[in-house]
């Protein structure tokens, strides 16, 4: 099923335009590159008790963007600059309420996942937009209990999403154009649906053959081969990795963050990601949840989600530095 991005411009926000020459406008400009890293990125919060979760990072030009849960906003960060700034509003624009994993194509684009978004409603699953804040598309996924989670890229540049309440891919492609979303994998016969969140993070292995699959709620990782979908479980035996929630791969290193478990733990994974072994498992400062991990311009930067705070309170902050003293 497919929401017109037309139907919904008109309640999205403004869009930057290309001024003569080629320059973008200063609006959407990227600050000048800074000299000096830093250990925390600021995220803005106009409402004083927001929410953050998924991270997407867009290496070629530098930036990162964060998903807001209470209200769906997106805001985005340079790297070295520490104060980041809304990007995308929330509350209802482009029928979003609420936001959830980040991932960047080589173009630049966008696409967040939805969460319980549209769940018992008509509101989309899904967005995806292009550098410069223009709504490409508002898809709603087909079936009645989809909670869209983690969002990688595919080796062919398509998108893929994760469902946490039932053991499901989402692929969102282009054809002319026009973006649509399809169930591309339902591994329903052999991964058990539990309570809590299912599947979660997902990463592309080293070969690009197949996509690894963290289970949340159980521990356990999955492979589904690019090609056909086809899923199978990875030998996890010995491993603590409940409450995995997001992964990131560099090269055969696999850093699997463990929010309210508050570890970080690193698996060596085979290139075609058929097998995995522990490296180390450390803890993460037990007063943040860190929910994500994404790497930008050679720092890892994590989520500081406040998922353990009833109403949460500032500093609201994407951190470089996430383990225990």
Do not use: C
């Not at 299912?198 to 080293?206: E, K, R």
């Not at 997001?246 to 994974?269: K, M, P």
């Amino acid at each position: 099923m497919r929401i017109s991005p037309k139907a919904l411009l008109a309640s999205s926000i403004l869009t930057s335009t290309l001024l003569a020459g080629g320059i973008a406008s200063s609006a959407l400009a990227a600050p000048a590159a800074a000299k000096e890293r830093v250990a925390n990125y600021e995220l803005t919060s106009t409402e004083g008790n927001s929410k953050f979760e998924g991270i997407g990072a867009d290496e070629r030009r530098g930036r990162f963007y964060v998903s807001e849960v209470t209200g769906g906003e997106i805001h985005r960060g340079f790297s070295g600059v520490e104060q980041t700034e809304e990007w995308l509003a929330g509350d209802g624009t482009d029928g979003r309420y609420t936001a959830r994993g980040i991932a960047v194509d080589a173009q630049g684009n966008v696409y967040i996942a939805g969460g319980p978004n549209g769940l018992g409603n008509e509101r989309p699953d899904l967005w995806v937009y292009s550098p410069a804040g223009e709504l490409l598309a508002a898809l709603k996924a087909p079936g009645d209990d989809v909670f869209l989670n983690d969002v990688t890229i595919g080796a062919d540049g398509a998108a893929y999403f994760t469902n946490s309440n039932d053991p499901q891919i989402f692929r969102v492609a282009a054809s002319d154009g026009e973006y649509s979303v399809e169930l591309w994998a339902d591994a329903g016969e052999l991964v058990e649906r539990r309570e809590g969140f299912n599947l979660g993070g997902i990463v592309l292995s080293a070969d690009q053959s197949a996509f690894i699959v963290a289970q949340g709620n159980t521990g356990k990782l999955f492979r589904f081969e690019a090609r056909t979908g086809k899923v199978s479980e990875i030998d996890t035996t010995g491993l603590n990795l409940v409450n995995a929630d997001g992964l990131l791969r560099e090269g055969n290193r696999l850093s699997v963050v463990q929010n309210f478990s508050h570890l970080l733990t690193e698996l060596q994974v085979s290139a075609d990601g058929t097998e995995v072994r522990q490296i180390s498992q450390r803890a993460t400062d037990p007063q943040r949840v860190l929910t994500t991990v994404a790497k930008l311009r050679g720092q890892n930067l994590y989520v500081d989600s406040k998922f353990d705070e009833t109403v949460a309170t500032g500093p609201f902050q994407v951190i470089t530095e996430p383990l225990a003293d």
